[in-house]
């Protein structure tokens, strides 16, 4: 039974832009933090934005801040990666997380979606 599913990425050069979406099923999303983490090959998975069950606190690992926005809308069970001046080092298969304890690590998160290939060309 698939819980998350990830949508949006693909190929861009560097400075381009995408947008990845996660939706959720209800009762993987309401009250649930949510979170996006990625993994580049021959790398362990990363922790990348996290926001919480309201929306009221969001969190990024520090080599995103400034270029890469988490939102969430409680309306749609959608939560959404704005990711703009993307560079080369942003590649990876990204995402998507829901758990009740949240943070940094894929620890706190109880469902994930299967992925999203984000591909950034210099």
């Known amino acids: 039974q698939v819980q998350l599913v990830e949508s949006g990425g693909g190929s861009v050069q560097a400075g381009g832009s995408l947008r990845l979406s996660c939706a959720a099923s209800t009762r993987t999303f309401i009250g649930y933090d949510m979170g996006w983490f990625r993994q580049a090959p021959g790398k362990e998975r990363e922790f990348v934005a996290r926001i919480t069950w309201n929306g009221g606190y969001t969190y990024y690992e520090d080599s995103v801040k400034g270029r890469f926005t988490i939102s969430r809308d409680n309306a749609k069970n959608t939560v959404a990666l704005q990711m703009n001046s993307l560079k080369p080092e942003d590649t990876a298969v990204y995402y998507c997380?829901?758990?009740?304890?949240?943070?940094?690590?894929?620890?706190?998160?109880?469902?994930w979606g299967q992925g999203t290939q984000v591909t950034v060309s210099s």
């Open positions: 997380a829901s758990g009740r304890v949240g943070g940094r690590s894929a620890l706190g998160y109880t469902y």
